[in-house]
């Protein structure tokens, strides 16, 4: 049986991620049990351990600063995550932005006016309770771990206090009240505040959406299992405004399109499901929420929530900053505020999953082998180009066949060990295709290219390699 065909529910069914264990992983923080039901985490934890390791093995996630110890669940993506990141990034952008023509994109500052976060709501309300345990002085937050520490036992806690997730800072050389700032700690309200400058210059009318990625900041209490929930993370969030009576329907629309998106790009079915949220687990903006989550090794996470804002963001910011951030729809003659359902979704954590959803181990020619069965799309590598030897006489061949390729898909060029290695590094990396040029290539102007599903070759004249490849892309 695959790994893939191994990997099963188990039973920690709360939602919550597993909080940190005795870092048994040496780099990460590991999994242990859940400290709110209570259940062991993992069916399979080795698929959690065998992920990790191939990311640092192969170079698709460090710990930050490892020359100086790391800094707590903080990681650098390696040249295959910053390419993975990318393929994620763009699948988003392309289902989102590309393939319609009611939503556009911004990109706002990270920094910004303190009084955006005044106005949303995130000074006063976006804070996690905090709990000190008084024996062994670790820190938690007290909606996750009940009444006992999760690192010794012990039932003396402190009284919960609120601790606001923002990071602050100073902006100019002096560092007082005037000059308080934040990191985001989410990029939609770039979105919201940006409402009329959009609307003016793009002639758009709702219902229509404003889509962003990038970098958010949260100062977690207990940050956590690899790149799950960190510190510093990516996202991809879209606010999609709609006349007020239709956000019901929309928000329908959105959880469905949603959810389609990730199996689309690989994920099976069952290993996702949408969840809505009970309304005391609402947040204070929405009139409904709808978790898109993954089956990740130690139980459900979220990867995507889904809300509908109704009109709290636009008419809160137009309160604070005196400025109406209302539609004017022509054909009624009426002013109103329109409704913003809004699909964010993590990029970092979301990456995280196609790895683990796609980690595979077979047998091959009587041989074991790593696989990531990566969709097409989102494999680092789509095309590796590979010469049979590195004798004088292959090597001009493969250099040509590789940048007529390089023009068109993005590749990796390998021509040292035995080729059947050669191979199994592909596949360990989920690189779709390989082209091999071999000493017979020289006389017939043909390559060999090899799947890394179904291990199959075809023999392909170089001359039609790169058309065979984009057919196989765009099916
Ligand atoms: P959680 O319940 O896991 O804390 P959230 O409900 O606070 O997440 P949102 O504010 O809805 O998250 O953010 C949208 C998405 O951003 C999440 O679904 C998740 O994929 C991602 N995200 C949020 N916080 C983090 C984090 N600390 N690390 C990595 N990704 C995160």
Known sequence: MSARAAKSAGGHTCGRPVARGAGELGWIDAVSSCVTCHAMPTPDPSLFDAVVNLSKRRGFVFPSAEIYGGIRSTYDWGPLGALLLRNVREAWWRSMIQERDDVVQIDAAILTNPRVWEASGHLATFTDPLVDCRNCKERWRADEIGDTCPNCGSHDLTEARPFNLMFKTYVGPIEDGSSVAYLRPETAQGMFVNFLNVLQTTRKRPPFGIAQIGRSFRNEI????????????????????????????????????????????????DMLRLRKHEVEELSHYSSGTADVEFRFPWGWGELEGIANRTDFDLSAHSKVSGTKLEYFDQATGEHYTPHAIEPAAGLTRTAMAFLLAAYDEDVVAGEPRTVLRLHKRIAPYQVAVLPLSKKETLVPLAKDVLHGLQRRFVCEYDETQAIGRRYRRQDEIGTPFCVTIDFQSLDDHAVTVRDRDSTEQVR????EVTRYLSEQFDS
């Open 222 to 269: 207990t940050p956590g299992n690899f790149v799950f929930r960190t510190r510093e993370f990516e996202q991809m969030e879209m606010e999609y405004f709609v006349p007020p009576d239709e956000s019901p329907r929309w928000f329908e629309y959105w959880c469905g399109q949603r959810l389609g998106w990730y199996e689309r790009y690989g994920i099976p079915g």
């Open 460 to 463: 392909l004249p170089i001359d």
